[in-house]
């Protein structure tokens, strides 16, 4: 599981580097992006990066993903997010501050994850509710 940090010049910036991770860089949120304070997302990201930006930020969001923090960042280099995009793995000493900030920010608006809500493919003969084929190999959304 790794904490992602994506900090950008507006809020639709923000909503297609989270599109492009969890389409392209296959990641899979396991939280809601929630609004994380921009100069506080600035300031941790010098600490992490040990030099000073060159552009501040003007919104921040961050979340979690089911993948590790090694597999994250190679995911993310693959692909190139209109958006800054940092790992912050538990060894920065901002992690604690900001994994407590995730707990009592507010939702970031207008993210909505284009994965499936249903458990598989439609079986079209059967009428009602469980028309759903449970499958863990058959997954047409992941590659």
Excluded: C, W
Excluded at 4 to 28: Q, W
Excluded at 49 to 55: D, E, W
Aim: proline content about 3%; overall charge positive.
């Amino acid at each position: 599981m790794a904490l992602i940090l994506v900090r950008g010049e507006n809020n639709s910036k923000l909503l297609n580097a989270i599109a492009d991770m969890e389409r392209h860089g296959n990641l899979n949120l396991m939280s809601k992006p929630k609004v994380i304070d921009a100069s506080f997302a600035d300031s941790l990201v010098e600490n992490i990066l040990n030099s000073k930006l060159r552009t501040k930020s003007n919104v921040a969001t961050a979340f979690f993903v089911k993948e590790d923090a090694t597999l994250s960042i190679m995911q993310i280099k693959k692909i190139h997010p209109p958006a800054h995009v940092v790992v912050v793995s538990d060894e920065y000493e901002g992690y604690d501050e900001l994994n407590s900030l995730l707990n009592t920010a507010p939702a970031f608006q207008g993210y909505h994850s284009h994965r499936a809500k249903n458990e598989g493919m439609i079986d079209y003969k059967i009428k009602g509710k469980g028309r759903h084929i449970k499958n863990e190999k058959l997954n047409s959304y992941i590659k």
